[in-house]
C-alpha cells in the first residue's frame, strides 16, 4: 500500500526557517516525480514546488522561488521541501504528492496520484 508521510511542520516566526520531509513507501519512488502543495485556512490547495523523478528539472511557484528548495534522496525514498524567510502567507496545511510522470516537474495536482495526510506549517509575525 502506498504511503506518504510528512514530517517537519511546526511554528516558525517571520523570517525563520522550517525543512518538511515526506518519507514513501509503497511504489516505486525513483519511477515517481514529487511535488509539494498547501491548502492555507479558507483558500483552494495551491501548488508550491515539483522536482521531476531525475531530480534535473524543478519547479517553483512564485511565491516561493528564491525562498524554497524541493530535493529528493531516492536511497530513503523521501522528498524535502527547504524553507527560508518564512513569512506568515506560507501559512497552510502542506502536503507531498508522487506523479508517474518522466522528464518534468509536474504543476497540475490532478496528475499527482499518491497524497500524504499533511502537516501543519505556522509562521507568526
Known amino acids: 500500500q502506498e504511503r506518504l508521510v510528512e514530517s517537519g511542520g511546526g511554528l516558525a516566526q517571520a523570517g525563520g526557517s522550517l525543512r518538511l520531509s515526506c518519507a514513501t513507501s509503497?511504489?516505486?519512488?525513483?519511477?515517481?516525480?514529487m511535488g509539494w502543495f498547501r491548502r492555507a485556512p479558507g483558500k483552494e490547495r495551491e501548488f508550491v514546488a515539483s522536482i521531476s523523478r531525475s531530480g534535473v528539472s524543478t519547479e517553483y511557484t512564485d511565491s516561493v522561488r528564491g525562498r524554497f528548495t524541493i530535493s529528493r534522496d531516492d536511497a530513503i525514498a523521501t522528498v524535502y521541501l527547504q524553507m527560508n524567510s518564512l513569512q506568515p502567507e506560507d501559512t497552510a496545511v502542506y502536503y507531498c504528492?508522487?506523479?508517474?510522470?518522466?522528464?518534468?516537474?509536474?504543476?497540475?495536482?490532478?496528475?499527482?496520484?499518491?497524497w500524504g495526510q499533511g502537516t501543519q506549517v505556522t509562521v507568526s509575525s
Open positions: 509503497g511504489f516505486i519512488f525513483s519511477n515517481h516525480g
Open positions: 504528492a508522487a506523479v508517474l510522470r518522466w522528464g518534468v516537474a509536474v504543476r497540475e495536482s490532478s496528475e499527482y496520484k499518491y
